[in-house]
């Protein structure tokens, strides 16, 4: 159990363009759940935390005008690039928290991004 | 704040030798968590163990152990004869607080198993 999918798994937009990206839990419900970002051979960057019906809470340095967070179920949130750019091209990775264990977090295959 | 430093950005080592990557953290929390992650190259982050704060004791899976050093604040990762699908870049983090709600991730560092 605890499988979590991330939709598409490679996208490549013109510059410009606005790109969404699916995270779902797969066979349980999630609390939470987390966007982080990742350039090529660096760590992972937490972007935003983000609870089923309620408004995300960004990191500090992450537009949240630019990057769009919805979590409109406890199975499903999203992540939309707007107006993306070629500095916004990286991996991005969900991770969904089942249950309040402490740090149960299970991650996302990730998406790459590739901005033109 | 919370800081977790790899210090080994990349480590060779030829198959069946024994691996130990480094792990220290900073945090002022009296309550964390501690984890080790693997990112295969296919990119999906692989959990490999938690720990919290109160638990020193030192842990083996197979091939895998893991040594928790409060007075250190180091948490080592050691993977005995290597295999070359330990090839990967490994992830120590921490989660400050009694929630455990962020990860703080280390750099990572890149283990090349030669065969």
């Known amino acids: 159990g605890a499988v979590v999918s991330q939709h598409p798994s490679w996208v490549i937009c013109k510059s410009g363009t606005s790109v969404k990206i699916e995270c779902r839990s797969l066979d349980f419900q999630a609390t939470t759940m987390f966007w982080y970002r990742q350039f090529p051979k660096q760590s992972l960057m937490l972007m935003a935390t983000s609870n089923e019906g309620s408004k995300a809470t960004y990191e500090q340095g992450v537009e949240k005008d630019k990057f769009l967070i919805n979590h409109a179920s406890l199975t499903l949130s999203t992540l939309t690039v707007t107006s993306a750019h070629p500095e916004d091209s990286s991996f991005y990775i969900c991770?969904?928290?089942?249950?309040?264990?402490?740090?149960?977090?299970?991650f996302g295959p990730g998406t790459r991004l590739t901005v033109t | 704040a919370q800081k977790v430093t790899q210090a080994q950005t990349e480590i060779s080592v030829v198959e069946k030798e024994d691996v130990t990557l480094d792990c220290v953290y900073e945090t002022r929390d009296t309550t964390y968590y501690l984890f080790w992650y693997k990112q295969p190259p296919s990119g999906e982050l692989v959990f490999l163990i938690r720990r919290n704060s109160f638990d020193e004791q030192n842990e083996i899976s197979g091939r895998y152990s893991w040594n928790f050093q409060k007075s250190t604040s180091s948490f080592n990762f050691t993977i005995t004869a290597s295999q070359v699908v330990d090839s990967a870049v490994y992830f120590c983090a921490l989660s400050p607080g009694a929630g455990a709600n962020n990860l703080f991730f280390g750099t990572g560092t890149r283990l090349t198993v030669i065969p």
């Open positions: 991770s969904a928290r089942r249950g309040q264990a402490p740090g149960e977090q299970y």
